[in-house]
């Protein structure tokens, strides 16, 4: 597995405290809860790209 990337993210206190009741909820870290949150939305929206685009967002061919 490749070495995790670190950033930095700033959030407005309102949004932190719903993440964190929310990684709570499931029994997750905080930062478990971020990247659950982008791995879900990246799969979704996988599966919702039409098939007329590459994975790099150029029109394919026709």
Do not use: C
């Amino acid at each position: 597995m490749a070495e995790k990337k670190t950033v930095l993210l700033r959030l407005n206190p309102k949004t932190w405290e719903e993440l964190s009741q929310w990684a709570e909820d499931e029994f997750r870290s905080i930062n478990g809860q971020i990247e659950y949150i982008l791995h879900e939305a990246i799969t979704k929206r996988r599966k919702a790209k039409p098939a007329s685009f590459k994975e790099d967002g150029e029109e394919k061919d026709t």
